[in-house]
């Protein structure tokens, strides 16, 4: 199984450099950086297996934008670095370096507004196996709009496996397929603890979002770290098939989202892996949430997708901050074409969870 072929890797890189007037010729053929771009960097960009027509271009970009113009890469993204702190009077705060990680490096992207005299939420962003922080972060437009919501990003890349892709050590299931046993939990904790040094965080307001390696990676970090995530939101990654390996840490805000066409991680789950729906209703379970479930109004978030193609479920009774949901896609695939509208509701929906 692999959950982001090489030649969807390039797509979405091509597509982000055309949509943020970056030189897609360097994208194709290397790194990106944040010199070259204005975004965060992207670490090593996967090199294409074969030669890209306009027509696969214009395909990535539709990925990346949707069919009503997501604007999330309009402009390119402001990457704090030595120089963005600089006029700011920080006492107690040291100046903050151009990225986290030390020898494996995460960009961010701070609010707009930042201003250390307040706190400030924070979310990882945990690419799919093959991908990166930067392309993840292209195709959904999270950290466009987290900027403007006041919300700390972190964009973090998985190691390298032997067949040259970025992965997470998430569930058993995905994705070290080559039993590398690489701590990731630590390593994204760690990047958490590192940007408290330099920023002021909200510690009641941690978040991660991850889509497919990086879902299931964010039910890793809500199982063993429920103390401290207060929501995660997973696009088409699924849960513990075996709940008993997910150690009761604390009450986590779930959303799951999955299209009911995915035929790389089914949405109804397969052996090494639950269903969609039991991965939400795990955590309903986990925070106390009532068993009844009430279906709320449809979205319209995937353009290839006819009318208002999402059916929204909520849990019912759960406590205040600990909410679960499941968002189905009707039709949609495992790489949904997503307007704007989907960074957009699940801010929404992550914003509203806090820890006790």
Known sequence: MRVLSERLTVLVAMAACAVAAVGCAEASSGSVSSADTGAPPSGDVVEPTDTLSSSDLVE??????????????????????????AE??????????GSLGGDRPASYVLPDDYDPKKSWPVMLVLHGYGASGFIQDAYLGISAEARTRGVIVILPDGTVDTEGSQFWNGTDACCDFGKTGVDDVAYLTGLLDEAATYFNIDASRTYSLGHSNGAFMSYRLACEHGDRFAGIVALAGLMWKDGGKCPDTGKVGVLQVHGTDDDTIPYLGKLNMPTALDSAAFWATRNGCAAGVTALETLDLDTQVAGNETKVEVFD????????ALWTLQGGSHIPSFSGLFAEKALDFLLAQRQE
Do not use: H
Request: glycine residues 10%.
């Open 317 to 324: 009774g759960c406590p205040d901050g600990a909410a679960a």
């Open 60 to 85: 990535a970009v539709d990925v990346v934008q949707g069919s009503d113009n997501n604007t999330a890469l309009a402009q390119p993204l402001d990457v704090a670095g030595p120089d963005a702190r």
């Open 88 to 97: 700011l009077d920080v006492p107690d705060f040291p100046k903050a370096p």
